[in-house]
């Protein structure tokens, strides 16, 4: 990092020094002109002038010895409860009294001298003054600063509140970007005009000057911008839109002029700005408090309008929110072209995975393959995540490599949390053991319909007291109706085994995230999809504000009572479908209830093994090896 700005003289120690003797000033004026009260002694009586001989040590007498000596107090000196004072044959005292006009009155009728100190104390002067002084400087500092004129601060202002950018040449290549390659494909332009721009002019052609990436975090914005600079071999200028919004009005309007003239000095160049939503949100009329954000973003689009083709200059912009940018950031000219970086698909996520896998020490065994299957919706940061989880946990559980069983332990815990010693009881255990049954028997007897299962467990994680995980072969970007109706047995299968096997009374709340699963489905599929033909091909979208429900759109009321009646009747169906297979299949259920609750954990091909009766391909293949192993070693 360091300040893309001018370095100007630091003006700081002069602003300190000048407070400093400020400060003084009023503490030694104050001081000097403090109120002091004295009363003299009364006229009727006399005191001697003769020298004493006073005590290098105060005595201390109590309140009620200074009353009963007030014959013998010479003078005396009050500061609001404390007294101190001479006594008439030298001797000093202090002593802690009690405010008494009458007490005061009669001390000085007596011949003592009294003085009242009602100055203030160091303590109180500071605190009186010091608020003031520094408002008194802040404001100055700030009318001196702003004498520039139009625009907008000062060198010296701008030096003391620095944008931090990342400046040099990457050496970050499209080879370290994996599972995007329709992106990287799209963005070769960009490199190959930074690289041989006369190939272009030579045709008319104009490059974009500026290309916005969008995404949801963690999908590689910022490491393909990188790629850019660092395959083109150019300068990278990488800042964060927050770094130009802050209190002193007018500063962010200085940064931009400040970046873009670095940028025009160091072209051909790569601009990147990350999470630009910060200042490029859409104006508003309404917007009296963001006038300061609303300048920055109009310098913004002047600069990014202003500078020639010519010059080099690309700039990359990054949000995961570009519904939320203005428009006139976006049109032709500026942002001109955007890029979508949707979460990698199993290809990318496999191709994700071989890449960072070279960083770790991974076991031979293992299945990258199988890992990218199970790992639908993760971004590729998720995906460093979780190869880093998982070498943690090797390293814990004291393997000499990363094996598959880390991995899927650093999968549970991304997706479902750590486990949880949580004290069950064992009628709660063995519920939760028939249910998970249910799930894993009816998705096995749907095996043609539904993902294949992973694997099917009753150890607590997170909320869940038990999940079956099951792994698609290959993304799927639609269902049938009969892999929805499929899903749908398969979702609600855990409370039809709790019915059959505990009785209709002994249902549990376990079955919550099932349901809601299954009623969402059913929703999207009938409202949205289109695949009910009692509702049609009309779209019934559920509109969702502020996390509220609201009614459904495009839709009367009696519409939507009939999608609520014919959601009811798909999950109603999708529960029968799922009673009368565990019901034909009650004693196989049971024994693959009772195998889960006995290990805990069962993997796909155990569950099928239970099922069939039959060992899986893959299962026989690993006995054979072992078998194999076994007789090669008694032979030697």
């Known amino acids: 990092m360091r300040n893309i700005f001018k370095k100007t003289k630091d003006t700081s120690n002069w602003f300190l020094g000048l407070f400093i003797a400020l400060f003084l000033v009023v503490l030694v004026r104050v001081i000097i002109g403090q109120n002091n009260t004295v009363i003299t002694p009364n006229a009727n009586n006399t005191t001697t002038n003769a020298p004493v001989i006073i005590s290098n040590k105060p005595v201390v007498l109590t309140f009620s010895d200074v009353l009963r ?7 005396i000196n009050i500061r609001e409860n404390d007294a101190t004072g001479v006594l008439k044959d030298g001797t000093k005292f202090q002593a802690t009294i009690s405010y008494d006009p009458e007490f005061l009155t009669n001390l000085s009728n007596k011949g003592a001298s ?54 040099g040449k990457p050496k970050t290549t499209f080879a370290d970007v994996a599972g995007i390659d329709a992106e ?16 272009f002019k030579a045709l008319g052609a104009r490059v974009p000057r500026g290309v916005l990436l969008s995404g949801e975090p963690g999908t590689g914005k910022t490491l393909l911008a990188r790629a850019i600079a660092g395959e083109a071999n150019v300068p990278f ?14 500063l962010g309007v200085a940064k931009i002029k400040e970046m873009f003239e670095m940028a025009k000095r160091n072209a051909p160049c790569i601009l990147f700005i990350d999470e630009i939503d910060a200042i490029g949100q859409k104006r508003s009329s309404h917007s009296f408090n963001d006038q300061d954000r609303e300048q920055t973003l109009n310098q913004l689009l002047i600069e990014m309008d202003g500078f020639a083709n010519e ?17 006139a950031l976006l049109r032709p000219g500026r942002f001109d072209r955007q890029v979508q970086i949707e979460l990698p698909d199993l290809a990318g996520r496999d191709a994700i995975l071989q890449l960072h896998a070279k960083k770790f020490k991974i076991s031979p065994d293992v299945e990258l393959k199988d890992v990218a299957r199970g790992t639908t919706g993760f971004s590729g940061a ?12 090797a390293v814990r559980a004291g393997h000499k490599a990363v094996e598959q069983s880390d991995l899927d332990e650093a999968r549970d815990k991304i997706m479902m949390g750590p486990k949880k010693n949580r004290k069950m009881r064992e009628q709660d255990i063995k519920l939760t053991a028939y249910h998970e049954a249910g799930h894993a028997f009816v998705g096995v007897m749907y095996k043609d319909l539904v993902d294949p299962i992973h694997k099917a467990t009753i150890v607590p994680r ?15 970007v639609s269902m049938t109706l009969a892999e929805v109706r499929a899903n749908l047995a398969v979702s609600l299968a855990g409370r039809a085994a709790e019915e059959i096997f505990f009785g209709p009374d002994k249902i549990t709340t376990g079955a919550e995230a099932d349901i809601d699963h299954a009623t969402r489905l059913a929703r999207y599929s009938i409202t949205t999809a289109g695949l009910s033909p009692k509702i049609g091909l009309a779209a019934i979208k559920q509109v969702s504000t502020f996390g509220t429900r609201s009614p459904l759109e495009s839709a009367s009321q009696q519409t939507a009572q009939m999608v609520d009646d014919e959601i009811r009747t798909w999950l109603d169906n999708a529960h029968k479908d799922a009673v009368k297979i565990i019901t034909k299949n009650k004693k196989t259920m049971e024994k ?12 796909g091909d155990e569950i099928k093994e239970i099922v069939f009766g039959k060992k899986s391909a893959k299962v026989t293949e690993t006995a054979k090896r072992a078998k194999n192993g076994n007789k090669k070693s008694k032979k030697s």
């Open 114 to 167: 009294v003085s009242i100190d009602s100055s203030k104390g160091t303590l109180e002067i500071i605190a009186t003054w010091f608020p003031i002084l520094l408002t008194i400087l802040f404001i100055y500092w700030i009318f001196r600063g702003m004498r520039g004129g139009a625009g907008g601060l000062n060198k010296a202002l701008l030096a003391q509140n620095p944008t931090k950018v990342t400046t």
């Open 311 to 327: 010059t080099g200059i690309i700039v990359i912009g990054a949000t995961n929110r570009p519904d939320m940018l203005d428009t």
């Open 69 to 75: 000596r007030a014959e013998d107090i010479k003078s």
């Open 592 to 603: 693959l209830a009772k195998e889960l609750l006995a290990r805990e954990t069962l993997t």
């Open 462 to 476: 997170g909320h869940a007291l038990g999940m079956v995980q099951h792994l698609p072969i290959d993304d799927k």
């Open 237 to 250: 200028f990488a800042t964060s839109g927050s770094d130009f919004s802050g209190i002193i009005v007018g």
């Open 382 to 393: 998720d995906l460093e995540n979780l190869l880093n989880e998982g070498a943690l946990h």
């Open 184 to 199: 990287k494909q799209e963005l070769m332009e960009i490199v190959e005009f930074l690289k041989n721009k006369d190939k």
